[in-house]
């Protein structure tokens, strides 16, 4: 069973300050990525994916994936208020299950 | 963007009784699936569907569950009988595809919190 773990559990960071979140999985055989955020009563909704081993960038997110190492990170550069919510990293090892971390409570201070 | 509904978006139930959740996935979407969250847990997968069939399903989806989609309408995840440790949030989700690719990505409802007396 793929285990999917997510660090911090919480992050502060200052307005217009970076924040990194981490994600390591178990199934060395997984082949898709994706970040999810949950803003509170809604459910979650994708922010992007990744799927390939290096960086994707989408703005002020960037995504990056080292699959021998197990390990996927997200980067929000310039850190918005907007951007406070739980952020989930979700693995698809086959084509349709989507495996959730625990989350990462990122807030954002004026 | 493409919004999936959920309703009731609270149930309240004694031990026992049956429930159906239900919702309402996006319009142009073929595959469903249904996801449960206990209270500051990891959102477990429970169950897919596609095609009139249930395509994958894991451990948690009990012999007490079942999901249909009878003529297009709600896709829905009926309980019976409910137990204690059923109650959690339950997230609805649809995809237009499937695999690694962006058509695959997963839309969620905002979930029905199911509480079990």
């Known amino acids: 069973q793929q285990k999917v773990q997510q660090s911090p559990e919480s992050l502060i960071v200052p307005e217009g300050g970076m924040a990194s979140l981490n994600c390591t999985f178990s199934?060395?055989?997984?082949?898709y990525f994706w970040w999810y955020r949950q803003h509170s009563g809604e459910g979650p909704k994708a922010l992007m994916?990744?799927?390939?081993?290096g960086d994707k960038k989408e703005g002020r997110f960037t995504a990056h994936l080292n699959k021998a190492s197990l390990y996927v990170s997200l980067h929000i550069k310039d850190s918005q208020p907007s951007d406070s919510a739980l952020y989930f990293c979700?693995?698809?090892?086959?084509?349709?299950?989507?495996?959730f971390g625990s989350g990462t409570k990122l807030t954002v201070e004026p | 963007g493409p919004k999936v509904l959920q309703i009731p978006s609270h149930q309240i139930i004694d031990m026992g009784q049956m429930v159906t959740l239900n919702c309402d996935p996006v319009?142009?979407?073929?595959?469903f699936y249904w996801y449960k969250q206990i209270l500051g847990q990891q959102m477990e997968f429970l169950v897919n569907?596609?095609?009139?069939?249930?395509?994958?399903k894991s451990k948690l989806f009990k012999d007490q569950f079942s999901v249909e989609r009878p003529d297009g309408s709600y896709f829905t995840l009926k309980i019976q009988p409910t137990a204690l440790e059923d109650s959690a949030v339950y997230f609805c989700?649809?995809?237009?595809?499937?695999?690694?690719?962006?058509?695959?990505?997963?839309?969620f409802g905002p979930g029905t919190r199911l509480t079990v007396l």
């Open positions: 569907f596609y095609n009139g069939k249930v395509m994958e």
């Open positions: 199934d060395r055989n997984s082949q």
């Open positions: 319009s142009n979407h073929l595959y």
């Open positions: 989700a649809s995809s237009s595809g499937l695999g690694g690719r962006d058509y695959a990505e997963q839309f």
């Open positions: 979700a693995v698809m090892p086959n084509y349709n299950v989507l495996y």
């Open positions: 994916s990744i799927f390939s081993n």
